[in-house]
């Protein structure tokens, strides 16, 4: 179980700070759940702490790990099929994974992709998501402002 002050990644949402926990009631149940403060644009997820396991929440990667990460993204591999259909699920299994450098790989293979061919609207919206789901774990890790650690993955993807 986390506490209030924990920093937490949701795989879908990104990474916040547990602003607290309350006891809540929807659809006639009581629940618990952790209220989540995105550090982007503020927005709270609540997450209910019995599932958050299922889920897919865990404590944020060490300021260490980030590191190393922002260092492979020039040269991670991307393998992305041809097959919009599949790609875009392959995607999405990679962001739900909640592993970072998945979604790093979604990332970088989505710019790639948008210099060589440009991005379908689904495709798109997918990069944004991906993004900020990236960038809000690496503020959080790195201690930095969001405008310097997206400044520094597009400098790794240029």
């Known amino acids: 179980m986390f506490e209030v002050g924990d920093k937490i990644v949701h795989p879908m949402h990104g990474a916040g700070v547990i602003e607290s926990i309350v006891d809540h009631r929807i659809g006639g149940t009581d629940r618990q759940y952790y209220v989540l403060k995105m550090p982007v644009g503020g927005m709270l997820v609540m997450i209910p702490t019995t599932t958050s396991d299922e889920i897919g929440v865990?404590?944020?990667i060490a300021s260490e790990r980030a590191e190393e990460?922002?260092?492979e993204l020039p040269v991670i591999e991307i393998d992305m099929t041809q097959n919009w259909n599949r790609r875009y699920r392959e995607n999405m299994l990679r962001?739900?994974?909640?592993?970072l450098v998945e979604v790093a790989k979604v990332v970088k293979g989505l710019v790639v992709r948008e210099r060589q061919r440009g991005l379908s609207t689904g495709e798109r919206k997918m990069l944004h998501s991906a993004k900020?789901?990236?960038i809000s774990e690496m503020v959080l890790a790195m201690c930095s402002s969001y405008?310097?650690?997206?400044?520094?993955?597009?400098?790794?993807?240029?």
């Open 58 to 60: 865990r404590p944020i």
């Open 132 to 134: 900020q789901i990236l």
């Open 95 to 99: 962001i739900k994974s909640g592993d």
């Open 147 to 158: 405008e310097e650690v997206e400044g520094r993955i597009n400098i790794a993807l240029a």
């Open 69 to 71: 990460i922002m260092g």
